[in-house]
């Protein structure tokens, strides 16, 4: 597949401000680009981790760019996840090791990837880690399985629906909580 970017071949401030306003979850692709890069994460997110960061380290040699990450985006670090599971108000739930597509890959490989994150998790926090929270909210019966197998007790989709007692502990809907940004 070949795509032209034309005049969005080099990153203009407009295109760039287009993008940082552009929320992905909510909005069609609002430039060229937006539009390819969502056809890029959408052909990247089924792939198992270590093919997605080689095809991820193909595309950067291809722009000749480099790995890099923004500090906005950095992850918790091991103190900062203990302290927040320390704080009685926080639960920390599982997701998976590499964030994976579950319902994109076999059962043994959604096992193995619920079941390291749980022990991360425990071992890290020295909690018990009993909900889990499927990534993209992408599950299939492998899944549900799956989270039985580890050990959780529920778990819970992206599906914006209520929870009640009649709720499948494996199939829980969620809010999703927006990232809002810093308030003034």
Do not use: C, D
């Amino acid at each position: 597949v070949t795509v032209s970017l034309g005049r969005e071949a080099i990153l203009h401030e407009e295109i760039r401000q287009k993008h940082q306003a552009w929320k992905a979850y909510l909005q069609a692709p609002v430039t060229v680009r937006s539009q390819l890069f969502l056809s890029l994460w959408e052909a990247l997110k089924p792939l198992p981790h270590a093919e997605q960061q080689h095809q991820l380290q193909i595309i950067r040699e291809w722009a000749g760019v480099e790995r890099q990450t923004r500090e906005s985006y950095q992850r918790m670090s091991v103190s900062q996840l203990q302290r927040v599971a320390q704080n009685p108000l926080f639960t920390i739930g599982g997701h998976t090791v590499s964030h994976t597509h579950l319902a994109s890959h076999t059962m043994e490989t959604q096992l193995q990837e619920i079941k390291e994150n749980r022990s991360l998790l425990q071992e890290t926090t020295g909690q018990p880690t009993e909900l889990l929270s499927y990534p993209y909210g992408s599950w299939n019966e492998a899944s549900v399985t799956a989270a039985k197998i580890a050990g959780f007790k529920a778990a819970f989709t992206t599906q914006n629906v209520a929870v009640n007692s009649t709720s499948h502990p494996y199939k829980m809907g969620r809010i999703q909580v927006k990232n809002l940004g810093e308030r003034a």
